[in-house]
Every structure is written in structure tokens, then in C-alpha cells.
């Protein structure tokens, strides 16, 4: 299946917040996004190209201002790079169907991996379990 076949959203169709963190590894302003507060169970996927990411079960609340996860869906779902912008050293994430930037990786999360995938909403979309419902970020 072609990547193009797949897409929930082509780079265009976008919001701008979306485009600004898929696209141009931007970030939103902590505290805003709209997948932050959802407790719905469900699965999160890449909102540019719909690829499954992660499952509700692994989200939790670690205060960062951002949805944060313990692991992804499958570790082959993400792309890891190193990023050294900001004068930090951080683990950037991506979509590894994609390469839609989606947030950072850090080793202070709970078991059972002790990682948080800190995940720009915007980067993602929602679908719920029970009704189908599909909420973007």
C-alpha cells in the first residue's frame, strides 16, 4: 500500500498548527493541545498519515503539558533521531511511515519501560473504540 493511499491528510490540507509541528518540527505551546486531557480508549495515529502510533492504554498523565505515552504501538512505528537544537541533547520522534515529526522521547517515564513519548497533539489524530469517532489534534 502506497504511503499516498494511506493519508489522512496531505501536508496542504492541514491546519497550520498541524503543518507547523508535522512539517516543520515546531512544537505547541504546552497545556493547549487538543488530545492532552482525552481519557477516551482508543488508538492515536500519525494525523498526516494515519499510521497507528500509539493505543490509549499507554497514555498517562506525567504533567509535561503534552500527551505522553509509555511506548508506542510497535517500536518500528517510530523513527528515532538525535537532536541537538536548543543547546539539549534529546531523542527527536517521527512517524516512521511518514516522517512527520511528532514530539521527543525521554527516559524519565513509568515502568514498564521508564520512557515518555512526549507527542505534540497536533501531530496526531484520535479514534475512539466505541463509536469510531475520529478526533485530529
Known sequence: MSNSSKSA?????????Q????????????????????????????VVCNAPLFYSETKYES????????????HDAIKYLTDNTHNMDRIEIRCSS???????????????????????SASMSFTDS???????G
Do not use: M
Not at 98 to 120: I, K, M, S, W
Open 19 to 46: 503543518r507547523y509541528v508535522t512539517q516543520e518540527h515546531g512544537t505547541e505551546r504546552p497545556y493547549t493541545g487538543k488530545l492532552l486531557h482525552n481519557i477516551r480508549q482508543g488508538i492515536y495515529h500519525c
Open 63 to 74: 504533567g509535561c503539558g503534552w500527551p505522553s505515552f509509555y511506548q508506542p504501538v510497535d
Open 98 to 120: 511518514c516522517e512527520a515529526h511528532l514530539g521527543h522521547v525521554f527516559p524519565d517515564g513509568p515502568q514498564p519501560t521508564g520512557e515518555r513519548y512526549c507527542v505534540n
Open 130 to 136: 466505541k463509536n469510531g469517532e475520529k478526533t485530529a
Open 9 to 17: 491528510s496531505a501536508p496542504e490540507q492541514l491546519t497550520e498548527i
